[in-house]
């Protein structure tokens, strides 16, 4: 059991909205076998919730939801929403949210049920906060016109069309409102690697962050 826990690889990813942490995070989860849960997603499907039933108590009612929710729902199209992406902003700045999603996103970083071989996860505090202990911390990040680029094609072959300049603004907003916020805000903590990928595609950007790990892991 002793040799396990030492080969069990933790990765942990801060980004900022539209950088591409997602794809980055499904190519290393896929390439080393480990779990996967891009934490904004679980945010995300909190305020579609909240928003589906308008519940007077929304701690009461999260609370009952979120025993249910396995990694599958999380792939549902109605969470890569701007709109509710900026109300997703708003709720994950209250504590009483953030703590129950605090505890779901540990369960997925440090339980690790047998076939994978650790964890990987993404989101604003995962470095600092989440998984701390983390063999490998990443903050990715690339310019606003470039993410507000890879969000408009994304939003685009779900069949949504969004002016550039709405798409840049909310981008703004939402980076405001990441690294501002009273809880948890968004930043770049000491031990991250810093991965700009304004310039790289997915694939570069994939290969950059595994050679990091590789060059580690020999060690």
Same mark, same amino acid.
């Given at each position: 059991m002793k040799s396990r826990k030492n080969k069990i690889i933790r990765i942990a990813i801060d980004a900022t909205a539209g950088s591409g942490s997602t794809s980055l995070a499904l190519k290393?989860?896929?390439?080393?076998?480990?779990?996967?849960?891009?934490?904004?997603?679980?945010?995300?499907?909190c305020a579609l919730q909240i928003t589906k039933k308008k519940p007077k108590?929304?701690? #009461?009612? @999260? *609370? &009952?939801?979120? %025993? /249910?929710l396995n990694l599958k729902k999380l792939q549902d199209k109605k969470l890569i929403d =701007?709109?509710?992406?900026?109300?997703?902003?708003?709720i994950a700045q209250k504590?009483?949210?953030r703590k129950l999603v605090f505890n779901f996103q540990k369960q997925i970083a440090y339980k690790i049920p047998e076939g994978y071989k650790g964890s990987v996860l993404n989101g604003r505090d995962i470095t600092y906060k989440?998984?701390?202990?983390?063999?490998?911390?990443?903050?990715?990040?690339a310019s606003i016109f470039e993410r507000s680029?890879?969000?408009? #094609?994304? @939003? *685009? &072959?779900?069949? %949504? /069309?969004?002016?550039?300049?709405?798409?840049?603004?909310?981008?703004?907003?939402? =980076?405001k409102s990441d690294k501002n916020r009273k809880y948890s805000p968004l930043i770049r903590s000491p031990n991250s690697q810093l991965?700009?990928?304004?310039?790289?595609?997915?694939?570069?950007?994939?290969?950059?962050?595994?050679?990091?790990i590789d060059r580690?892991?020999?060690n």
């Open positions: 290393l989860a896929q390439h080393y076998k480990l779990r996967y849960l891009d934490t904004g997603k679980v945010y995300r499907w108590n929304e701690i #009461k009612f @999260l *609370k &009952k939801k979120i %025993k /249910k =701007d709109k509710l992406a900026q109300f997703t902003s708003q504590r009483s949210i989440i998984v701390p202990d983390a063999n490998f911390k990443f903050y990715v990040t680029r890879r969000r408009q #094609k994304e @939003l *685009k &072959k779900l069949g %949504k /069309k969004i002016a550039f300049k709405e798409i840049m603004k909310s981008l703004k907003k939402r =980076d991965i700009n990928n304004t310039r790289l595609s997915i694939t570069e950007c994939f290969l950059k962050v595994k050679k990091i580690k892991l020999k």
